[in-house]
C-alpha cells in the first residue's frame, strides 16, 4: 500500500491570488517574512482579497530564514489570541514552514515539539483552522509537502517534522509573485526544482503517480528556466516554472528524495552554501554515481528531453544560469577556504550518509561514496 497525498485545491496561473476572495470564514491570519512580501505589495494585495471575502484579517510579519522555535510560539500566540479559521502563508519555504507549525501549536496548544518529532505524529489538525499556501519562489515547494523544519536556536537542534496534516488545503500558485525574484535566486531555486524532480523520480520509493508529475517538472525546468533567468519579466516563462515546482513538490512529498539533498544539508549546515545552488552543483555528480542503478529511468529523461547525457547536459544548463561546476569556484563568495572544505570533509561523509534522504537514493552508497562525491563536487573533476 502507498499513499499519494497532496492539497486538496490548487489554483495556478495568473490572477489565481484572487481566489481567495472565495474563502468562507470569519478571521484570516497572514503569516508572512521579515518584509520583502510587505515592500512588494503582495501583503495588501491578499489582505485586500480576504476582507472582499469578508474576513477580518491580522498580519504576522517578521518569519525569519530557518524559522525559529521563539517565532513559532510567537505567532501561536498571537493566533490564540485572534481565533482565525484561515491561516494564509505567504512567501517562500520559511514562512511556510513557520506558519504550519503555528498552526500544529495553535490548534493543540499544550503540544510539545519532542512530541510530533516521529513521523505523522502530529495531531488530528483543522479543528480550528484551515491553510491556505501562497509562494513566492519557485522552489521549496512548502506549499504542496508534508515537511517544515523549524530551528531551536537555543539548543541548537533542528526539527524536521513530517506529517500528513501539515499539507495546506489550499495552494495558490500565482505566477505574478516569483516574477519579482533576483536573478540568482531564480537561478538557484530552479535547479532546486530539477532535483527534487529528478531525485523524486528515481527515488526508490517512486511510483507511476509520482513520476508522471517529476518527468513533466523535469522537461519545464529544462525549456523555461534560461528564459525566466535571463528575462524575468517573462511571466508565461514564470508560470512554467512556478508550477514545475509545485508538481516536483507533488512528486518529492511522495516519493522522497536523493543523496544530492543528503550532500546538500550538510555542505549547508558546514559551510553555508545555500541550498538551491549546493543541489545545482552537485547534481551532476550524483546522477554519474546513480547512472547505473537507475539507468533505465535516467534514459527516460534523456529520451523525452531528446538529450545525450543528463549529467553533461545539467551542467550545461548550471552555466547557462550562471552557476559554475564545482563549489571551489564560488568558494571565496561564501568566504570558503580549501582548509575549512578538507576540516569538514572530516564529518561530512559520515553526516550526509545519516540523512534520511540517503534512503531512498536508487544507488545505496558507502561513507566512502560520499566523500567522493564531495570531493569531485568540491574541486571539480
Ligand atoms: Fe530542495
Not at 502507498?2 to 490548487?10: E, G, H, L, S, W
Not at 478571521?27 to 510587505?38: L, P, R
Not at 534522504?357 to 573533476?381: F, I, Q, R, S, W
Request: charged share 25%; proline share 5%.
Amino acid at each position: 500500500m502507498t499513499t499519494f497525498a497532496i492539497p486538496r485545491t490548487v489554483h495556478h496561473g495568473k490572477n489565481s491570488l484572487k481566489e481567495l476572495e472565495n474563502l468562507e470564514g470569519n478571521k484570516a491570519i497572514i503569516v508572512t517574512d521579515e518584509g520583502t512580501m510587505s515592500k512588494l505589495g503582495f501583503v495588501d494585495k491578499v489582505r485586500k482579497h480576504l476582507k472582499n471575502a469578508g474576513l477580518e484579517v491580522k498580519v504576522f510579519e517578521g518569519v525569519e530564514p530557518d524559522p525559529s522555535v521563539k517565532t513559532v510560539k510567537e505567532g501561536k500566540d498571537i493566533m490564540l489570541d485572534f481565533g482565525p479559521d484561515w491561516i494564509i502563508a505567504l512567501g517562500g519555504g520559511s514562512p511556510m514552514d513557520g506558519a504550519k507549525v503555528m498552526w500544529s501549536f495553535y490548534e493543540h496548544p499544550d503540544l510539545k515539539f519532542e512530541d510530533i518529532i516521529e513521523v505523522n505524529s502530529m495531531p488530528k489538525l483543522r479543528n480550528k483552522a484551515r491553510f491556505v499556501a501562497i509562494p513566492s519562489t519557485s522552489g521549496t515547494a512548502s506549499e504542496i509537502t508534508a515537511f517544515a523544519v523549524i530551528t531551536d536556536r537555543e539548543k541548537k537542534i533542528k526539527y524536521p517534522l513530517v506529517s500528513g496534516e501539515i499539507i495546506p488545503d489550499i495552494a495558490i500558485v500565482d505566477p505574478e509573485i516569483p516574477s519579482t525574484m533576483p536573478k540568482h535566486i531564480t537561478a538557484n531555486t530552479g535547479m532546486d526544482v530539477l532535483t527534487h524532480a529528478v531525485e523524486a523520480y528515481i527515488s526508490t520509493a517512486a511510483t507511476d503517480y509520482t513520476d508522471a508529475l517529476a518527468l513533466k517538472a523535469i522537461d519545464s525546468v529544462f525549456e523555461y528556466l534560461p528564459t525566466a533567468y535571463e528575462n524575468g519579466d517573462d511571466l508565461a516563462a514564470r508560470e512554467k516554472m512556478h508550477d514545475a515546482s509545485t508538481m516536483a513538490g507533488m512528486a518529492f512529498s511522495n516519493a522522497s528524495l536523493g543523496i544530492v539533498h543528503s550532500l546538500a544539508h550538510k555542505i549547508g549546515g558546514e559551510l553555508h552554501f545555500t541550498h538551491g545552488l549546493s543541489n545545482a552543483i552537485l547534481l551532476p555528480y550524483v546522477i554519474e554515481f546513480n547512472y547505473e542503478a537507475a539507468e533505465d529511468k535516467l534514459q527516460k529523461i534523456q529520451d523525452t528531453l531528446g538529450i545525450g547525457c543528463l549529467a553533461e547536459e545539467v551542467h550545461k544548463l548550471n552555466n547557462k544560469v550562471g552557476i559554475p561546476d564545482n563549489f571551489q569556484a564560488i568558494a571565496d563568495k561564501f568566504d570558503v577556504t580549501d582548509e575549512m572544505f578538507e576540516d569538514a570533509l572530516s564529518r561530512m561523509p559520515e553526516n550526509s550518509h545519516k540523512d534520511p534522504c540517503t534512503l531512498t537514493n536508487p544507488n545505496e552508497p558507502t561513507v566512502e561514496d560520499m566523500k567522493v562525491l564531495y570531493e569531485k563536487a568540491y574541486y571539480g573533476k
